[in-house]
Nanobody, 126 residues
Framework: QVHVVESGGGSVQAGGSLTLSCTAS????????MAWFRQTPGKEREGVAA?????????ADSVKGRFTISKDNDRNTLYLYLQMNNLTPEDTAMYYC??????????????????WGQGTQVTVSS
């Protein structure tokens, strides 16, 4: 079992920056493939950025060049970050951290992830 917790959301003006953090703890958590997703009311959950077991990264087109995903680990805890720059109102959403039970190709598909945090809200005002 892997326990996932996000933090770092908040409110910011357009053009600003935020950094989201996530910890994934539990058995072999530091070998997990991880990703950030976001969701707004009435819309499907969208993959934003992912990092594979070999540290390859993948980004949604809408955030390329503005968001950076990174990870670090310590024993059975994985730390995942999402640096978000040049934020726009369209980035407003609940952001979720997720982990795979078994690492496969770096994926932005929600169905590939087994463990989810409760989410952290990001609000960007114009």
């Amino acid at each position: 079992q892997v326990h996932v917790v996000e933090s770092g959301g908040g409110s910011v003006q357009a053009g600003g920056s935020l950094t989201l953090s996530c910890t994934a703890s539990g058995s072999s958590a530091n070998t997990r493939c991880m990703a950030w997703f976001r969701q707004t009311p009435g819309k499907e959950r969208e993959g934003v950025a992912a990092v594979g077991g070999d540290s390859t990264t993948r980004y949604a087109d809408s955030v390329k060049g503005r968001f950076t995903i990174s990870k670090d680990n310590d024993r059975n805890t994985l730390y995942l970050y999402l640096q978000m720059n040049n934020l726009t109102p369209e980035d407003t959403a609940m952001y979720y951290c997720a982990a795979e039970a078994i690492c496969g190709p770096t994926s932005l598909l929600s169905e590939d992830y087994n463990y989810w945090g409760q989410g952290t809200q990001v609000t960007v005002s114009s």
